[in-house]
């Protein structure tokens, strides 16, 4: 479902350590993900996908993993940094919800906060 | 332009007023939605405008909420006798069309109720 009237989960890192935020989608159609990265006082910015055809993609130090078995769908951050802090948003497109094939269902967000 | 520009940044507004927020697509970007965000939490879909298809209403809240989109570019959300819950940033995204999900977000409107 989409994440309204819920406080964020929060995960708090040392810089260096890596990072692991999760997100558990809903709907099995969905065959596109997408991780956006909010900073403060802005709006989410574009991070990594992947398509349901795939389960693992790599970008510049950030992994994406989908396990469709469990619906369940994970950002990897190596050597996180401080400005990686940010709130972390996955989102699923539901090709199977009628007139709302052209968006996006965004997750509730994960608070990310990285110690130095 | 460059990036999808909203206005104004911040609005402090009394309770029953009416608000206009502007929202400027990417040049090029058929597709245009809002969304809302109240204090630390996440996105709540209101509107989806798509070409010169219906929008998708579905998300809006109540009839006070209300927003238009002309000549396929610029959209105004127009939130009519505020209260108080309606304080939140009020974001815009466009993308390229239907079923391109490669949305670039705006910085968004802070509306405050007062």
């Known amino acids: 479902g989409e994440s309204v009237g819920l406080h964020l989960p929060t995960l708090s890192v040392q810089e260096g350590d890596n990072s692991i935020i999760n997100c558990a989608y809903s709907n099995s159609a969905s065959d596109y993900f997408i991780w956006y990265k909010q900073e403060s006082g802005k709006g989410p910015q574009f991070i990594i996908d992947i398509r349901s055809n795939m389960d693992k993609r790599q970008g510049q130090r950030v992994t994406v993993l989908l396990n469709k078995t469990v619906k369940h769908l994970s950002l990897q951050i190596a050597a996180t940094q401080p400005g990686d802090s940010a709130v972390y948003f996955c989102?699923?497109?539901?090709?199977?919800?009628?007139?709302?094939?052209?968006?996006?269902?965004f997750g509730r967000g994960t608070q990310l906060t990285v110690w130095p | 332009g460059a990036g999808v520009s909203q206005s104004p940044s911040n609005k402090v507004t009394e309770k029953g007023k009416d608000v206009e927020l502007r929202c400027d697509p990417i040049?090029?970007?058929?597709?245009l939605y809002w969304y809302r965000q109240s204090l630390g939490q996440g996105l709540e879909f209101l509107i989806y405008?798509?070409?010169?298809?219906?929008?998708?209403k579905s998300g809006l809240p109540s009839d006070r909420f209300s927003a238009e989109r002309t000549g396929g570019s610029v959209s105004t959300l127009t939130i009519q006798r505020t209260q108080q819950e309606d304080s939140a940033v009020y974001l815009c995204?466009?993308?390229?069309?239907?079923?391109?999900?490669?949305?670039?977000f705006g910085s968004g409107t802070r509306l405050t109720v007062v």
């Open positions: 989102a699923e497109n539901m090709p199977d919800r009628g007139s709302t094939l052209g968006r996006l269902y």
């Open positions: 995204a466009s993308s390229l069309g239907w079923q391109d999900y490669g949305y670039t």
């Open positions: 040049s090029g970007h058929t597709a």
């Open positions: 405008f798509q070409g010169n298809s219906a929008p998708d």
